[in-house]
């Protein structure tokens, strides 16, 4: 049973994609004064006890470790009328080279969170794949078209229709036709 004075901090570590707990979870809180170590239970949820006076806005960091997924790190503040640390989300998609992982904490003001940055990165080269794309279609048709204007021009720079002309008038100024 928790004591008077301390404050219960609680927290929840599942599967990103699943959106199942994930048990066995360590998870650490630092700070400059406190350092502390929970467990996830069977429904993914981990506690700290932290003394009142040490838990008055103050920055750490978490730091969560589960089998089969990456360290996630984050940042947080710990203020004593915000006893929920949320949700850290693990992914771990296409093996163990690319991990992600996310918090959704009302209490964290400044985090990393790499599924927001690899998200980003993302999109911003589906942007410019797609720029590039557009611009290499635009290059290839203005190549094309100026190609074909090209055959239509002899050696002395006539157009076919100069030439055509010109073979008409001479025609016509020989009595040909």
């Not at 006539?158 to 055509?164: D, F, I, P, Q, V």
């Given at each position: 049973m928790a004591k008077k004075n301390t404050i219960n901090y609680i927290g929840r570590v599942i599967d990103y994609e699943k959106q199942a707990p994930i048990r066995g979870a360590k998870v650490s809180l630092n700070t400059d004064?406190?350092?502390?170590v929970s467990y996830t239970?069977?429904?993914?949820?981990?506690r700290f006890q932290v003394n009142p006076d040490k838990a008055k806005d103050v920055r750490g960091e978490i730091s969560v470790e589960a089998s089969g997924y990456r360290t996630y790190q984050y940042s947080i503040w710990l203020s004593s009328d915000k006893k929920d640390l949320g949700d850290v989300r693990l992914g771990d998609f296409g093996g163990s080279n690319t991990s992600i992982a996310s918090s959704n904490s009302s209490s964290s003001r400044n985090h990393n969170s790499s599924s927001n940055s690899n998200s980003n990165s993302n999109s911003n080269l589906i942007a410019i794949a797609a720029i590039i794309m557009i611009a290499f279609f635009i290059f290839v048709?203005?190549?094309?078209?100026?190609?074909?204007?090209?055959?239509?021009?002899?050696?002395?720079?006539?157009?076919?229709?100069?030439?055509?002309?010109?073979?008409?008038?001479?025609?016509?100024?020989?009595?040909?036709?």
């Open positions: 004064e406190i350092s502390l239970d069977l429904e993914g949820i981990y048709s203005l190549s094309m078209r100026n190609s074909n204007r090209g055959d239509d021009i002899d050696d002395n720079g006539n157009s076919r229709r100069e030439r055509s002309d010109l073979l008409n008038y001479q025609t016509q100024s020989l009595g040909l036709l």
